[in-house]
């Protein structure tokens, strides 16, 4: 069965550190996979896409790795901040029922950057 | 802020009750996607419409069912209430469909069933 995996333990990291998150992914074949923040209470919001001939995206502080060999992708943040705490999660596309692409979500990982 | 509109924010009624929850998505979006999620759970995908027509289901149970509507907005229905639904419902909208679009998240609907 299809699943996605996110280190269900909070990740704990010293201001300044590079965070890196971790979703792996089984009988999937995503061509796109997409990193979400969520703060508590409030809902996802969308922070980066890589597409599957992409090996690296960048933006600002953050930077998404997409191998589809390991059927797996990393997600870091460079000097991280205090106000970088939150859940990062991954959403993957795989096929829904009716044949038509379906977004899944994983559980996520919290982060917590600890001043 | 999103663009997405969820009403209302917070919902209390009691178990066998029956509620409607309703989003309007981004404008221009055609694509909209109900989630559930408990406390301290992570994000269950409970359908998707475009532009009207149901696009993917998922774990959604029965008694819940939903449907967009002409002006693309879309609404949640869920009945014979119980305990276990109590959860923020989110609801999201996309441009299109498929995995190549962002989706954009409304603030949820905090339903209570006491």
């Known amino acids: 069965s299809q699943k996605i995996e996110q280190n269900s333990e909070a990740l704990n990291i010293q201001e300044g550190k590079t965070a890196t998150l971790t979703c792996n992914y089984t009988n999937y074949s995503p061509a796109y996979l997409q990193w979400y923040r969520q703060d508590p209470g409030r809902g996802p919001v969308f922070l980066l896409l890589?597409?599957?001939?992409?090996k690296e995206k960048r933006k600002e502080r953050l930077k998404v790795t997409f191998d589809t060999t390991l059927k797996q992708s990393l997600f870091h943040i460079t000097a991280s901040q205090p106000a970088d705490s939150a859940t990062y999660l991954c959403?993957?596309?795989?096929?829904?029922?009716?044949?038509?692409?379906?977004?899944?979500f994983g559980t996520g990982t919290k982060l917590q950057v600890i001043p | 802020d999103s663009g997405v509109t969820q009403t209302p924010k917070h919902l209390i009624t009691a178990t066998g009750q029956r509620v409607t929850l309703r989003c309007s998505p981004r404008?221009?979006?055609?694509?909209v996607y109900w989630y559930q999620q408990s406390l301290d759970q992570g994000l269950q995908f409970l359908i998707q419409?475009?532009?009207?027509?149901?696009?993917a289901k998922g774990n959604i149970l029965e008694r819940f069912s939903a449907q967009q509507f002409p002006d693309l907005h879309s609404e949640l229905n869920l009945s014979s209430l119980e305990l276990g639904d109590s959860a923020l419902y989110f609801c999201a909208s996309s441009a299109t469909s498929g995995g190549n679009n962002e989706q954009f998240f409304g603030p949820g609907t905090r339903l209570t069933v006491l």
């Open positions: 959403a993957l596309e795989g096929v829904g029922s009716g044949g038509y692409q379906k977004v899944t």
């Open positions: 419409y475009y532009n009207g027509e149901e696009r």
């Open positions: 404008s221009g979006d055609l694509s």
């Open positions: 890589i597409r599957e001939n992409e």
